[in-house]
């Protein structure tokens, strides 16, 4: 395997693990109320475990993988001199420094009482996402506009995040719902994440955009450049994303009062749907967000 394809897999298992564990924890800690949140936490334990493993073994892995890519292949992915240089002297080693120490959160979180561990896994991932920005085609710009441009990508990859993540515990709480105990918290909940929905994903769209003008300067039209027509894809699958949201949101949502089990399956569904085609998306950007943008 090439560093480059090898670097593209770490950033997507990263950055997936840390879309999911910063949504969820968010959703948790936020809007779900404390008795529910608990419970669904339980239900999801090993799972954010597992995620919090995978996105500190990809931060320690994207290292040397990225050493690789910028030097001379493989056999600069354990020079220490070319290490050095890499760690403290480019916008990536600053941005990995960044990853490492939101690794180091996410996974001495887990030894701290139980009360503080969504807000630590929160931290830990937000932390992590946000050092996203330190490197990208952020850096090729000067002046405010790069702050301006960071601030942006920021904003579009924590909203993305909370989206996509908050749809994993979501999941549990349609399953918990039926359930006379559970059920006015999980109405609460369900109203809460309809209400923060519809500002995550205007949010994502707005800042999506004004990324693609601040960097192209035009929409992705011109299908014979590897970045456009990944840029085009990871549009259309946004507007998928989009699309069965308005749907869960405004045609299953008001079936519950006539047929509930069926309207709760298909919301399920229609949540594993987006689920599935923000981990697509994730996967389109690992590529093309290490191309030139032209």
Not at 34 to 42: I, M
Not at 70 to 88: E, P
Not at 93 to 106: D, E, F, K, Y
Request: aromatic share 8%.
């Amino acid at each position: 395997m090439n560093p480059t394809t090898a670097l593209e897999l770490c950033r997507f298992f990263h950055d997936a693990s840390l879309m999911l564990l910063w949504g969820a924890c968010v959703y948790l800690s936020l809007l779900v109320p404390k008795a529910l949140a608990d419970r669904v936490w339980r239900i999801l334990a090993i799972p954010f475990v597992l995620l919090a493993a995978i996105a500190a073994l990809t931060a320690l892995l994207s290292l040397p993988a990225a050493t690789a890519a910028i030097g001379n292949g493989w056999s600069d992915a354990l020079d220490a001199g070319t290490v050095h240089d890499v760690l403290f002297d480019t916008t990536v080693g600053r941005a990995w420094q960044a990853q490492a120490l939101a690794a180091i959160i996410l996974l001495l979180v887990f030894l701290s009482p139980e009360d503080w561990r969504r807000r630590g896994v929160a931290l830990g991932s937000g932390l992590g996402l946000a050092a996203l920005a330190l490197t990208g085609h952020a850096s090729m710009l000067e002046g405010w506009l790069r702050y301006a441009q960071r601030a942006n990508d920021i904003l579009h990859v924590l909203t993305g995040g909370g989206w996509l993540g908050a749809l994993v515990p979501l999941i549990s709480i349609l399953r918990l719902l039926s359930r006379p105990e559970c059920r006015a918290d999980a109405q609460l909940a369900l109203r809460r994440f309809s209400h923060a929905g519809h500002w995550a994903v205007a949010l994502v769209i707005l800042s999506g955009v004004i990324n693609t003008m601040m960097v192209l300067k035009r929409l992705p039209t011109d299908w014979s450049s590897p970045y456009q027509r990944l840029l085009a894809i990871k549009i259309a699958l946004v507007a998928g994303m989009t699309l069965l949201a308005i749907i869960n949101r405004y045609v299953f949502v008001p079936w519950i009062g006539r047929n509930p089990s069926r309207a709760l399956q298909a919301l399920r569904l229609g949540s594993i749907a987006e689920i599935v085609l923000g981990i697509v998306v994730i996967g389109v950007v690992a590529v093309f967000g290490m191309l030139d943008p032209v």
